[in-house]
């Protein structure tokens, strides 16, 4: 079993409040994310990935922090914040959203998470977007505070999940609907609980409220999900690759547009309200787009592991893209991977040369997601 000491961690990265729990329930390595350190292998990431799909793992997540917006104007500054239109986001209810920037730049894809009139979360994936909202207020002329709240969020994510939800919190929390949430107690310990996560199975995020309860918050769940074969786990790439969901500084930066992506849903040029990067993304709409994000299948052998490195992708011996990131998955029995790609190889069908760490392979063009396109599991 992993011991603490067995980690060169230091005091300038933080440690969530799951993180000895974590140790203790096999944790092997660690990264960073948003300055805090977050647990990526509990051993092999085929099992991690069947224990998802099969039954549950819990992933300490705390890394996703929360940027907390309130005061009269939050709603007005949120909507400044974001290209999708929020002005029919319930209290109760979540999205997900791009954060842009002037350029309309993609800066940050977050799930937001509206817990009364006037009080937001944002929660994020990986880039300083506290520090870009408190520089936006600076000059919004808006009455708002912003701050990073005592907020720890878990993944409890696969098909059972459900049913570890019903032993922890009752039968109330099964009628909790996809993209929603609601405020819980987990023997007096004040949570958020959403019909959320990073998986596209059926899941939860719950979100503690009182940091110094993390070891005991962690250690509930596993024993309640214990007889639903609930494991600890990492957020699975294969799954994720598998979903088409984007992981940030490898699928999306800030020299990302999100018409690149597909992600026109995302972006209301219509709505009254002006957000950051609205004439921007007007333009480059008129324009059109250079490049676009595709689905890929790769030939050749099962990949080892997610790529490190950005693959390069030719045609005819002419750069025309990049691997962002790639899998195999051993449900689909497929090399599969999300790409950036010229919109003259965009199509579907269309043959390209990627040069992954092992040598040059043939890919083919796909549709994505990969495996359940209309995210029927995760919505169930």
Not at 109 to 131: G, K, Q, T, Y
Not at 206 to 233: H, N
Request: glycine share 8%; net charge negative.
């Amino acid at each position: 079993m992993a011991q603490l000491e067995d980690f060169g961690f230091g005091t300038q990265i933080r440690k969530s409040p799951y993180f000895d729990a974590t140790v203790r329930w096999g944790a092997k390595a660690f990264s960073v994310y948003n300055h805090m350190y977050i647990p990526r292998d509990f051993g092999n990431p085929e099992e991690n990935f069947w224990n998802l799909v099969n039954n549950a793992i819990l992933c300490d997540v705390a890394v996703e922090r929360q940027v907390e917006i309130t005061g009269p104007d939050a709603a007005k500054f949120v909507q400044m914040l974001t290209s999708r239109d929020l002005s029919n986001l319930a209290v109760g209810q979540c999205k997900y959203i791009l954060i842009t920037n002037a350029d309309g730049g993609v800066l940050n894809d977050p799930i937001l998470l509206r817990l009364a009139e006037n009080h937001f979360w944002i929660s994020l994936a990986d880039s300083d977007i506290l520090l870009w909202a408190q520089g936006v207020a600076s000059f919004a002329g808006m009455d708002v505070k912003i701050c990073e709240p005592d907020v720890s969020p878990l993944q409890l994510q696969g098909p059972m999940s459900g049913e570890i939800m019903r032993a922890l919190f009752g039968d109330s929390i099964m009628d909790l609907r996809y993209y929603w949430m609601r405020e819980v107690e987990l023997d007096g310990v004040p949570m958020i609980v959403s019909r959320t996560g990073w998986s596209s199975e059926l899941g939860y995020e719950l979100y503690l409220q009182d940091s110094s309860k993390g070891d005991e918050v962690w250690e509930k769940i596993m024993a309640a999900g214990a007889p639903f074969g609930l494991k600890p786990g990492h957020t699975s790439a294969i799954r994720r690759i598998e979903g088409g969901m984007l992981s940030y500084h490898a699928d999306a930066d800030i020299n990302t547009n999100p018409f690149e992506l597909g992600l026109d849903r995302l972006v209301n040029l219509d709505m009254e309200a002006d957000f950051i990067g609205k004439q921007a993304l007007r333009r480059i709409k008129e324009e059109g787009v250079s490049r676009k994000q595709v689905g890929l299948v790769l030939d050749g052998e099962p990949l080892s592991g997610p790529n490190t490195k950005f693959w390069p992708i030719e045609v005819d011996g002419e750069l025309v893209g990049k691997v962002t990131s790639a899998v195999y998955s051993p449900r689909l029995k497929q090399n599969i991977a999300l790409a950036m790609v010229s919109v003259d190889v965009a199509q579907i069908g269309t043959e390209v040369e990627v040069f992954t760490a092992g040598g040059s392979v043939r890919a083919s063009v796909v549709e994505r997601p990969f495996y359940d396109p209309k995210k029927r599991l995760a919505a169930a």
